[in-house]
């Protein structure tokens, strides 16, 4: 996006000399925000959803600061969420979610946003917002807030597991490992904790063709495109293991199927979910391992084969490819800045100030129904 590159920039930049303050049109940010509603609400952060004019439906990831390290971490998940949006931009995946906007505010910028233009309907928080909008002022000094764009995500696994099972076709599949495999093997970043609640997708009405280096293809259909949520928790600063068992464990893939949770994958996506965890597969380079799934996958699914001269000749579809030339995929990692040594621990940051005695009291008739 166009918000990215100058992001990405500014951070790498700021990494080496000066610091980073409050982003300064923090009191227009929320302006071209209308029809929002609360997702869910924690005791540090909150999403909203909000249809804009200029990027549609969008989700705000809000997240209240008392701390500087927390902030950093927010910086460091834009960061992330604008590096793999170069996987899209070059034809690789588009399956991680977009990172559209990032403020870093005072948290009193937040306040009004929240009581006035967001509907309070099904926000489930002890005490109601006004006590919570209390506490964050009296103790957070700053908030930051993520735009990202909108994507359909499965309620709690917990709720009613039988409604998931089978959730985890053999094309999520596909595109789960081969995302996990192409972010570490292009932006050396490890994808981390995931959960069923973090695979989330969009309806697509177009197919997507993956291509190996060795020119294995598959073409998946028009329907659920897998688009992974909370970058917030991905590894950064270079982890490129060299072996596939400490990529898919770093993301906790094998964990996200354990035990009851089997259930989760149809019976072809099962056979492959098995293939992955042997231990002949793990010892195999990245590369070579997602060629063995390829393969696998094509045995199991021969009406999704196809080839790159096919492919070429098709309409109505999206193609990605994973690169294996290091140095094509070094050029790509640094397409806006070099941030593979990127440490969001040490970002220069200026100080947040102590956040004042609350002594306001929420405008009268202001609160959203």
Same mark, same amino acid.
């Given at each position: 996006? /166009?918000?990215?590159?100058?992001?990405?920039?500014?951070?790498?930049?700021?990494?080496?000399?000066?610091?980073?303050?409050?982003?300064?049109?923090?009191?227009?940010?929320?302006?071209? %925000?209308?029809?929002?509603?609360?997702?869910?609400?924690?005791?540090?952060?909150?999403?909203?959803?909000?249809?804009?004019?200029?990027?549609?439906?969008?989700?705000?990831?809000?997240?209240?600061?008392?701390?500087?390290?927390?902030?950093?971490?927010?910086?460091?998940?834009?960061?992330?969420?604008?590096?793999?949006?170069?996987?899209?931009?070059?034809?690789?995946?588009?399956? =991680?979610?977009?990172?559209?906007? =990032?403020?870093?505010?005072?948290?009193?910028?937040?306040?009004?946003?929240?009581?006035?233009?967001? *509907?309070?309907?099904?926000?489930?928080? #002890?005490?109601?917002?006004?006590?919570?909008? $209390?506490?964050?002022?009296? *103790?957070?000094?700053?908030?930051?807030?993520?735009?990202?764009?909108?994507?359909?995500?499965?309620?709690?696994?917990?709720?009613?597991?039988?409604?998931?099972?089978?959730?985890?076709?053999?094309? +999520?599949?596909?595109?789960?490992?081969?995302?996990?495999?192409?972010?570490?093997?292009?932006?050396?970043?490890?994808?981390?904790?995931?959960? +069923? %609640?973090?695979?989330?997708?969009?309806?697509?009405?177009? /197919? @997507?063709?993956?291509?190996?280096?060795?020119? *294995?293809?598959?073409?998946?259909?028009?329907?659920?495109?897998?688009?992974?949520?909370?970058?917030? /928790?991905?590894?950064?600063?270079?982890?490129?293991?060299?072996?596939? %068992?400490?990529?898919?464990? #770093?993301?906790?893939?094998? &964990?996200? =199927?354990?035990?009851?949770?089997?259930?989760?994958?149809?019976?072809?996506?099962?056979?492959?979910?098995?293939?992955?965890?042997?231990? #002949?597969?793990?010892?195999?380079?990245?590369?070579?391992?997602?060629?063995? =799934?390829?393969?696998?996958?094509?045995?199991?699914?021969?009406?999704?084969?196809? &080839?790159?001269?096919?492919? @070429?000749?098709?309409?109505?579809?999206?193609?990605? @490819?994973?690169?294996?030339?290091?140095?094509? $995929? &070094?050029?790509?990692?640094? &397409?806006?800045?070099?941030?593979?040594?990127?440490?969001?621990?040490?970002?220069?940051?200026?100080?947040?100030?102590?956040? /004042?005695?609350?002594?306001?009291?929420?405008?009268?008739?202001?609160?959203?129904?």
């Amino acid at each position: 996006t /166009s918000f990215c590159e100058p992001f990405v920039r500014r951070l790498g930049n700021r990494g080496r000399s000066g610091s980073v303050g409050f982003s300064s049109d923090c009191e227009n940010a929320f302006a071209h %925000h209308e029809q929002c509603r609360f997702l869910g609400a924690g005791h540090f952060g909150m999403g909203v959803l909000c249809n804009t004019s200029t990027m549609g439906q969008v989700v705000l990831k809000l997240r209240f600061h008392i701390s500087i390290s927390t902030v950093r971490n927010s910086f460091k998940e834009a960061l992330v969420g604008c590096q793999t949006s170069l996987l899209a931009r070059h034809h690789i995946a588009d399956t =991680f979610l977009s990172t559209l906007g =990032f403020q870093w505010c005072p948290t009193a910028t937040v306040a009004p946003f929240l009581r006035t233009r967001v *509907r309070r309907k099904n926000l489930n928080l #002890t005490g109601g917002l006004e006590n919570y909008l $209390r506490r964050q002022a009296q *103790r957070a000094a700053s908030a930051t807030m993520i735009t990202l764009s909108a994507v359909i995500v499965p309620e709690d696994l917990g709720q009613d597991p039988a409604q998931f099972v089978g959730f985890v076709t053999a094309p +999520l599949l596909l595109e789960l490992l081969y995302s996990v495999l192409v972010l570490n093997l292009v932006l050396e970043y490890s994808v981390e904790d995931l959960r +069923l %609640h973090h695979l989330g997708w969009r309806a697509v009405g177009f /197919s @997507r063709a993956y291509t190996t280096p060795r020119g *294995r293809t598959v073409v998946l259909p028009p329907g659920k495109l897998l688009k992974l949520i909370d970058l917030g /928790s991905y590894r950064v600063r270079r982890w490129n293991h060299t072996d596939t %068992h400490s990529v898919l464990s #770093t993301a906790f893939f094998f &964990t996200l =199927f354990k035990r009851d949770r089997i259930r989760q994958l149809d019976d072809t996506a099962l056979k492959l979910f098995q293939f992955t965890s042997q231990e #002949t597969v793990g010892r195999m380079p990245p590369l070579q391992a997602l060629e063995a =799934f390829f393969e696998l996958f094509l045995q199991l699914s021969p009406g999704l084969a196809s &080839t790159v001269s096919k492919v @070429r000749a098709m309409t109505n579809v999206r193609w990605y @490819r994973a690169v294996g030339d290091p140095r094509r $995929r &070094t050029e790509i990692a640094t &397409t806006f800045s070099d941030v593979r040594d990127f440490d969001w621990k040490t970002l220069p940051l200026t100080r947040v100030p102590r956040p /004042s005695p609350v002594t306001d009291k929420a405008p009268q008739g202001g609160a959203a129904p």
